[in-house]
Every structure is written in C-alpha cells, then in structure tokens.
C-alpha cells in the first residue's frame, strides 16, 4: 500500500537540501541527507503508531540551523591553552608595532647576555691581574710598617716615651727576634 | 771578591738578545752579547744600544738605549731554580745553577767568572772571562778585553753539545762623542757566509744622540743588507728611544718617577710578522724591605710580576715570578733562590 504523504509537510520542516526520487508505484521516496534521517525515523514511527492516513504535524525535531552545528563542533574541536590565546590577542596591534617591540625585545635580551658575560669575564681579569701586579706590594708594605711600628714601640718601651721617630737600627737595643 | 762581583752581576737575567736565546750567560752588566744573526730573529732591534753621559758625550754601546727600558720589564722564569755564586778569590768566581722545569728539561750550569787586573775604571776591570758549561755538554764562552784606552773589544762563541752554534767577534770604538761597534758574526770561511754588524752612536746634542746599524749577511748564493736608525733623547728624567728600520718599528720610553718607582712602556712593531704589541712595565724598588718588585702588563693580555726579596742575615735571596696569558688561558709560575 502506497504511502501517501503529503508534500506541504516536509517542505515546512526540512530546510536543507533534499533530493527526490520517484518509485514506481507513486511514492515518493526522498533521499534525505543524514539531518533529515531524524526527521524520517519520527514520520515512519507516527505512521505506525497512529492512524496511516494522517500525518500529525511532526512534533519539531530538535533541528538545529547549520550555523550553531558548526559552532559547535568548531567549539569542541579547538584546543586552545592559554597562552595561545593570549598570543592571539596580540594580533590586534598594527604590524610596525609588533615587529618594533619584538626587535626590541630580543635586542635587550642578548644586550643583557652580553653584560653577563662580560662583567664575569671581566671580573676574573681584573682579580687576577690584582693579585699579580699589586697584591704582593701591599703585603710587603704592610708588613714593613708593622715592623717599624714594632721596633717604634720597643725602642719607646726602652728609652722613654720622648724618643724620637728615626728610622735604622739602635745600638743600644738588642735586635728584634727575627721576623724574616 | 769586591771587584769580583763588582765586574760581574750576581743575578744575572739571561740574555734577551735575538741569537743567543738558549745560552743564560752570566754577562756583566754593559757587556750585552749583539744578535749575531738579526736576519733570523725578527726584530734588528735587539741590537739597538745606546748611552749619553756627558756634554757631548760618549753615547756609550748601541744597545744601551732600549735596554734601560727592558730593564724595568719582569723577566719570566718557570719551574725552580737555584743559584750558588761563590767567590774564591779576588779574580775568580763560579757559580751552580740548578733550573728544574716543569716544560722542558732540567739542567745544571757551571759557570765561572775571571776577571783580570787591568784596571779602567772604578768597577771595571779587564780582561773579563766568561764560561758556562751545561749538563749536556754545552758551553758558553765570553772573553772581554780592553785593548787600548778606546778599543774594546770581545769574543764570543756558543756550542750546543759539541757543536759550535755561534762564534763572533766584535771591537768597539769610543770616541770623543761618538761610538762605532764593528762585529763579525759566523764567519765561516770554506763556506763563505757570514754576517757583519757595524753600529754607530754619535751625540748630537748632550741629550740627543743619533745612530744607525747596518747589517750584512752573506751565505753562498744569498746575500742581504739590513739597516736601521735609532734615535734617543735624554731627558732630565726620563729616556726616550726610538729605532725605525726595515724590520719593523721599536719605540721605548723610560721614566724615573721617584727614588723607588720607575716605569718604562715599549711600543713593537715588526714588519715581518705583521703586528704590533705595547707593554707597559713598572719597577718597584723598596730598599728598607729589600724588596725589588717588577709588574707588566701587555697589549697581548699577558700579566706578570716578579717579586725579589733579600732575606737579610743569610746571603740568601728569593724570586717569584708569575705570568698569566688572559686571552689563552695560560699560567706561568716559577720560584728561584740564590745564595751567595
């Protein structure tokens, strides 16, 4: 028995595209892309649960426009972290301004790399040199005037605390203990 | 044992002429052996000597000039070294050297000193002989002899084993104002090569004094003149020194800054090798701690020092000696005493 249904129905509903084909026997038989699968699941089902001859306004499917679909699979298929999201905010500053701040951003950062280097390199040259060409100076110096302040103090100690400061080797003091 | 060690330096630096690298000959101060070979070594300047004394005076030796200016440099020493110099008499001297390396190998010299009776000057006495004999057999000779009142003259030979590496004569001629040094250098006469220096110091004025040096090499097939000018001027404190010449370039400033404090900076340029180097040097001399201290530092990035100290009762006197090359990363130490 040939179904019969009438055509205004679907042409209400279905929005998309759809092919026709017709049988033999005058049915219309319409090929629906897969949106509409639903859509036929629901006719056939009412069809054989209520009367053939009528088709109740099929109840809406919960038809969503293309649009939102896209959206929505576009919203679970993308992936973002963080912080592509906040680099894709900076898309928004013209060309110049970007390409200016990233100069300057690596400019500074190699500029700051070279200081390091330098100031540690720098550094161990002129410790070293210090210790070379000065140090050994100034701990002979130092040492010469601890002498003479001690051989001061000793000939003070012997001779009364009005002797005056003169430099050389009393006579009348016995010799310092050896302090080579 | 005065005029012993009155004629010859206790501490002698080895030598820093050009030919004569591997000898460490015991030379009297005043008595520095020329480059016998300036065309091997690269600067000609090594032999640039000069001195003024008076008005119009004697400029002395040609290589006189740059030396007051070495002298202030610190000499680089590695590895241990003793010194025994031991006088025996008034005429005699001989030291042991003991120099224990940590690069190279480790060598023994016997050395001895005689030094005659003729009598030149307060702490001059000719004739000067000089030897140096090493482990392996190597020997150094230096005989130093005043020929007339104005004619000096002096031999010269080096072995390396049993073979004779250098031999040279030389006579030097002081005039009123003016010397002139005539030196033969290898002469070999079945092969027919040789070498002949003449130097010529002439005071210009009391504190300038001009000068040049030719020097002539000859070899079977190959012969070849080098020639340079030297010029000093003598300050009231301070000697400056420059000599131009085909091999390059070697200016020298020498300034006595106090009683203890004497700078000297060295500016080289050789044409040979293509480059040029400044070294600035300080000599720190601090009698009442016995204390001789000599710094450089070099456009090479080399930094050095030498510290001499005379510990006081005993004859006994020690040296330290570094040298540090920043830009190869290298360090050089050595430690040396000398007794006697």
Request: aromatic share 8%; charged share 20%; net charge negative.
């Amino acid at each position: 028995m040939a179904i019969k249904v009438p055509h205004r129905a679907f042409d209400d509903i279905y929005l998309g595209s759809r092919y026709q084909s017709s049988t033999t026997d005058g049915r219309i038989l319409e090929i629906y892309s897969p949106h509409t699968k639903q859509i036929q699941a629901d006719k056939y089902q009412r069809a054989e649960a209520g009367d053939m001859a009528t088709i109740e306004e099929l109840s809406p499917v919960s038809v969503r426009p293309p649009e939102d679909e896209i959206d929505d699979d576009e919203d679970e298929d993308l992936d973002e972290t963080l912080t592509e999201r906040l680099w894709g905010l900076t898309e928004m500053f013209p060309d110049t301004v970007r390409s200016a701040a990233e100069v300057s951003a690596v400019c500074s950062v190699s500029l700051a790399k070279k200081i390091y280097s330098f100031s540690r390199a720098a550094l161990w040259v002129g410790t070293t040199s210090f210790m070379i060409l000065v140090l050994p100076v100034v701990f002979e110096t130092e040492r010469l005037q601890l002498e003479q302040q001690q051989l001061q103090q000793q000939r003070q100690i012997l001779l009364g605390p009005n002797t005056g400061m003169s430099a050389g080797m009393p006579g009348m003091m016995p010799p310092a203990p050896g302090k080579i | 044992m005065g005029s012993v060690l009155a004629a010859s330096s206790p501490n002698p630096p080895p030598p820093a002429t050009g030919g004569t690298a591997a000898s460490g000959l015991t030379v009297p101060p005043g008595f520095g052996m020329p480059s016998v070979s300036p065309v091997i070594s690269p600067t000609g300047a090594a032999l640039g000597q000069q001195e003024t004394e008076n008005p119009l005076p004697n400029p002395g030796a040609f290589d006189e000039c740059h030396r007051k200016c070495k002298e202030v440099f610190p000499m680089q020493m590695e590895g241990v070294r003793l010194v025994v110099n031991k006088g025996l008499s008034n005429h005699f001297q001989v030291n042991h050297n003991v120099m224990l390396s940590t690069m190279g190998d480790s060598t023994y010299r016997f050395g001895a000193t005689y030094v005659g009776s003729k009598q030149t000057g307060p702490a001059e006495l000719f004739p000067v002989m000089v030897g140096d004999m090493d482990n392996s057999g190597s020997l150094n000779a230096q005989i130093i002899h005043q020929i007339t009142k104005r004619i000096r003259s002096k031999v010269a030979f080096q072995t390396q084993q049993n073979k004779f590496v250098n031999w040279q004569g030389d006579a030097e001629f002081r005039g009123e104002d003016f010397t002139a040094t005539v030196t033969l250098g290898n002469p070999d006469v079945l092969v027919g090569s040789g070498i002949v220096v003449t130097h010529y110091l002439q005071s210009i004025t009391p504190a300038l004094a001009l000068g040049g040096e030719l020097v002539y090499h000859h070899r079977p097939g190959e012969e070849g003149t080098v020639m340079s000018f030297v010029g000093r001027y003598t300050g009231n404190n301070y000697i400056a020194t420059l000599t131009l010449g085909s091999a390059g370039a070697h200016a020298s400033y020498y300034h006595k800054a106090n009683d203890q404090l004497q700078v000297g900076v060295e500016l080289e340029a050789s044409s040979r090798m293509q480059d040029t180097s400044v070294s600035f040097g300080y000599q720190l001399d601090m009698p009442k701690a016995n204390l001789l201290f000599k710094g450089s530092i070099d456009s090479n990035w080399v930094v050095g020092a030498t510290l001499e100290k005379k510990l006081l009762p005993l004859p006994l006197s020690l040296v330290l000696c570094t040298f540090l090359n920043h830009s190869k990363n290298k360090f050089q130490c050595g430690f040396g005493a000398t007794i006697g």
